[in-house]
Nanobody, 124 residues
Framework: QVQLVESGGGLVQAGGSLRLSCAAS????????MSWFRQAPGKEREFVAT????????YYAGSVSGRFTISRDNAKNTLYLQMNSLKPEDTAVYYC?????????????????WGQGTQVTVSS
């Protein structure tokens, strides 16, 4: 069992930065692939970024590549998402999610555990 709690969301102007955190409970955090998803009003939940158990490999959605950076600290059981050059279209509720095995890390339905989400609002 893994419990995930996101924090760090808020209101920021376009071009600004935010750093999201996802604190995980349990001693098995390092065995999970971790990802960030987001969901805007009226839209489906979409993949943002993923990082493997060791933190060596990371992949991003095209819309955030070059602006967002995913990282993890297994000693602190914490996942991060550094978001720079934010745009109004980045406005959404951001969720962290955990999975042990998957066929496609971009598919939300494959994830076992989810946080409650944190709101990010980017004003123009």
């Amino acid at each position: 069992q893994v419990q995930l709690v996101e924090s760090g969301g808020g209101l920021v102007q376009a071009g600004g930065s935010l750093r999201l955190s996802c604190a995980a409970s349990g001693r098995t955090f390092s065995s999970y692939t971790m990802s960030w998803f987001r969901q805007a009003p009226g839209k489906e939940r979409e993949f943002v970024a993923t990082i493997n158990w060791s933190g060596i490999s990371a992949y991003y959605a095209g819309s955030v590549s070059g602006r967002f950076t995913i990282s993890r600290d297994n000693a602190k059981n914490t996942l991060y998402l550094q978001m720079n050059s934010l745009k109004p279209e980045d406005t959404a509720v951001y969720y962290c999610a955990a999975v042990r095995s998957y066929s496609d890390y971009r598919e939300a339905r494959q994830y076992e555990y989810w946080g409650q989400g944190t709101q990010v609002t980017v004003s123009s």
